[in-house]
């Protein structure tokens, strides 16, 4: 894919951004959830754009400026460069350091799951007021992951914040006590058993395999009747 190149005109709304790179995308997707979606944000072509990143977690964080953050804590893999940017842009208020770590994946795990696997990364969170940056939450499973791993690391969750949500998310929903959003991007959202009847595999629609985790619906069913596409090319 080629690198899209910005077009700025003044202050740009996170929202335009996100439209501009090519980050928001319609179709038939999975979820990290299992969820089927009509619709998916993948932050992954913004990644290499580090003015707009650093812009936009900038504004992010601006709303937890008074939550008396220690720790930013992102999890792997998109994310990870929002732990440092969010540090960064909340310790030019001055006083003490702000650190920034990331959690990884738990590989082999039935569901969502992060660890703080590098050295001394736990025992940064430990203790700590913690801020968690996600890119996009879409049904939640990975961020309250992400949250349940905090509080088992001994942090505090203050808050959540996030480049873009779909509906329903909310802080309540992640039982933290601040949840902010730059931009929402919504669209309808099946169980995969009720896809099957109401949603878009009802209609055959073919499922996305190389955005999202349709790769991984395709090898648990193969004989999917709508078939499977490509949106960034074959391989």
Known sequence: MKLTLIERSGDMKPEDVLKQMGCIYSGHFVGVSTNHLAGYCNIDPLLPHVREVGELIGQLVDSFRGDE????????????????????????????????????????????????????????????????????????ASVKAMIKTVREAGGTVVGVGCIAANRGATAEALDVPKFVKLTSVEYDVWTAEDCQVNGLCAKNEPIVVDIGHGGAYQKAHPDYAGGYVHLLGEG
């Open 69 to 140: 953050v220690e720790v930013v804590a992102a999890p792997a893999i998109g994310a990870i460069p929002f732990a440092h940017w969010g540090a960064q842009h909340l310790m030019t208020d001055g006083g003490k350091d702000i650190l920034g770590v990331w959690a990884d994946k738990v590989s082999g795990a039935q569901q969502r799951e992060f660890a703080f696997e590098r050295e001394g990364f736990a025992a940064a969170v430990n203790g700590k007021r913690v801020l968690i940056l996600e890119d996009m939450v879409n049904q939640m």
